[in-house]
């Protein structure tokens, strides 16, 4: 039943910035955390950020310093502030989530449609 919705892609030169945003609707449903993956033409997908609702926060390696992940409990909505971009940022990012279904108490993970990120010149 819940669904993530995300915005903010598009195409950015290399050293700009970007800001996606995910938003879960629905009801009968809590978050546990939510993140953002990517993946690129010929690539597997890779974990960038994922943050829990008590605010902690992971990052990859390759995005340390550079990404920001943040969220608004209230809207159950997911940030993440890209800066410093690289060509090797680009790709497709999608919005997760893991959830807990309150009819059931079940667990339920979430995906988004998945938003796409060009770092280019």
């Known amino acids: 039943q819940p669904q993530l919705v995300e915005s903010g892609g598009g195409l950015v030169q290399p050293g700009g910035s970007l800001r996606l945003s995910c938003a879960a609707s629905?009801?009968?449903?809590?978050?546990?955390?939510m993140g953002w993956y990517r993946q690129a033409p010929g690539k597997q997908r890779e974990l960038v950020a994922a943050?829990?609702?008590?605010?902690?926060?992971d990052y990859a390696d390759s995005v340390k310093g550079r990404f920001t992940i943040s969220r608004d409990n209230a809207k159950n909505t997911v940030y993440l502030q890209m800066s410093s971009l690289k060509l090797e940022d680009t790709a497709v990012y999608y919005c997760?989530?893991?959830?807990?279904?309150?009819?059931?108490?079940?667990?339920?993970?979430?995906w988004g449609q998945g938003t796409l990120v060009t770092v280019s010149s």
């Open positions: 943050i829990t609702w008590g605010g902690s926060a």
């Open positions: 629905g009801s009968a449903f809590s978050i546990n955390a």
């Open positions: 997760h989530a893991e959830m807990v279904v309150t009819t059931t108490l079940g667990p339920l993970d979430a």
